[in-house]
T-cell receptor, first 115, second 113 residues
């Protein structure tokens, strides 16, 4: 079956513009993460969706960042009024159940460049 | 809160050398521990995992043992190959207060022929 897909693969935008990044998880997976990976850095947790529970938004760096997951499937990460420090690779991962033993299945990422 | 600390890279080895990448963690409860790998130009993928103390995860010649007494999950391989060149991430998923996963900073490995 298909893996996790993300779109666009690359996004170049001007400072101050809004961007939307999309994640299509593996069908049937109930949990979904968004991470940010800056050049040469580790993965920074952004937000976690688990089934119908309220998302864990504790990693969102500012109120310019928001995410939603519609119908328990596709997720969109929105960054408003982008800044140059938002430039990074944004990764999405889905999990079958979201329990502590679950493996994360990562998408290829969206590389965001803010000019 | 939970945290993961792994050795800084880059690590450069010759082919057939022994590899150890150290990983220690801080967590409440009984987390599961993971190693993920990111090969050049590819996405992150699971390498191995261990879900309880004293478990050993293994895959592709790599091993790591969940040591609760030393809060460690060091990655080892007896004989590395050029194709093992990648970035390796240690991670934990806690089982208290939600199942959020925490990743280490990653260790880049270069293997020379």
């Amino acid at each position: 079956g298909a893996g996790v897909s993300q779109s666009p693969s690359n996004k170049v935008t001007e400072k101050g513009k809004d961007v939307e990044l999309r994640c299509d998880p593996i069908s049937g997976h109930t949990a979904l993460y968004w991470y940010r990976q800056s050049l040469g850095q580790g993965l920074e947790f952004l937000i976690y969706f688990q089934g119908n529970s309220a998302p864990d938004k504790s990693g969102l760096p500012s109120d310019r960042f928001s995410a939603e997951r519609t119908g328990g499937s596709v997720s969109t990460l929105t960054i408003q009024r982008t800044q140059q420090e938002d430039s990074a690779v944004y990764l999405c991962a889905s999990l079958p159940f979201g329990g502590e033993t679950d493996t994360q299945y990562f998408g290829p990422g969206t590389r965001l460049t803010v000019l | 809160g939970n945290s993961v600390t792994q050795m800084e890279g880059p690590v450069t080895l010759s082919e057939e050398a022994f590899l150890t990448i150290n990983c220690t963690y801080t967590a409440t409860g009984y987390p599961s521990l993971f190693w993920y790998v990111q090969y050049p130009g590819e996405g992150l993928q699971l390498l191995l995992k261990a879900t309880k103390a004293d478990d050993k995860g293994s895959n592709k010649g790599f091993e790591a043992t969940y040591r609760k007494e030393t809060t460690s999950f060091h990655l080892e391989k007896g004989s590395v190959q050029v194709s093992d060149s990648a970035v390796y991430f240690c991670a934990l998923t806690g089982n208290t207060g939600g199942f959020k996963t925490i990743f280490g900073a990653g260790t880049r490995l270069f293997v020379k022929a």
